[in-house]
T-cell receptor, first 114, second 113 residues
Framework: DTAVSQTPKYLVTQMGNDKSIKCEQN?????MYWYKQDSKKFLKIMFS???????INETVPNRFSPKSPDKAHLNLHINSLELGDSAVYFC?????????????FGPGTRLTVT | AQSVAQPEDQVNVAEGNPLTVKCTYS??????LFWYVQYPNRGLQFLLK??????LVKGSYGFEAEFNKSQTSFHLKKPSALVSDSALYFC???????????FGTGTRLKVLA
């Protein structure tokens, strides 16, 4: 009964390839997020969707494109992968509308670009 | 701009001793504050939050935090540390004007047996 799940857990690929990471939450939350955690463990928000609508779009390269087919899913597609994209990507969800502002994180996807 | 500072990269404490992990914040408006813990190769886990009400908030695993408005701090505390508390701890603040959460740089807690 995993609350926030991500696939794949590990992703090793070569520069220039295109890859996707999938995220699903079964908490009934309206808001979902993508974060990037770099090698120094700094955590930075990339995108957020509220009920399938993009509400946060941080300064990330256009090669990154989120997609939310429904409010339980938020996928991240990355085109033309670069070495600097290597990081751990976390999906999260929350339900701020009901006063439950804390976020629930997935286990992460470790992306390694060679 | 909203910001969160965790001034210590690492905190070492002996098992059984009290621990404190520091966090200060800068926000416009009322702060929504959070603590998360990250174990190796895992996602972040929510520990506790301050939204409104009592300045002392209690959370999971015996952790608590004190909201201090005058010092703009939200330090994480535990009366008696366990070796299993060793992990990376993040403080975060929610921007009330957007849905954005800003995380501190993390503090590595090491509890020594």
């Amino acid at each position: 009964d995993t609350a926030v799940s991500q696939t794949p857990k590990y992703l090793v690929t070569q520069m220039g390839n295109d890859k996707s990471i999938k995220c699903e939450q079964n908490l009934g939350h309206d808001t979902m997020y993508w974060y990037k955690q770099d090698s120094k463990k700094f955590l930075k928000i990339m995108f957020s969707y509220n009920n399938k609508e993009l509400i946060i779009n941080e300064t990330v390269p256009n090669r990154f494109s989120p997609k939310s087919p429904d409010k339980a899913h938020l996928n991240l597609h990355i085109n033309s992968l670069e070495l600097g994209d290597s990081a751990v990507y976390f999906c999260a969800s929350s339900q701020p509308g009901q006063g439950s502002y804390e976020q629930y994180f997935g286990p992460g996807t470790r992306l390694t670009v060679t | 701009a909203q910001s969160v500072a965790q001034p210590e990269d690492q905190v070492n404490v002996a098992e059984g001793n009290p621990l404190t992990v520091k966090c200060t914040y800068s926000v416009s408006g009322n702060p929504y504050l959070f603590w998360y813990v990250q174990y190796p190769n895992r996602g972040l886990q929510f520990l506790l939050k301050y939204i409104t009400g009592d300045n002392l908030v209690k959370g999971s695993y015996g952790f608590e935090a004190e909201f201090n408005k005058s010092q703009t701090s939200f330090h994480l505390k535990k009366p008696s540390a366990l070796v299993s508390d060793s992990a990376l701890y993040f403080c975060a603040v929610r921007d009330g004007g957007t849905y954005k959460y800003i995380f501190g740089t993390g503090t590595r807690l090491k509890v020594l047996a």
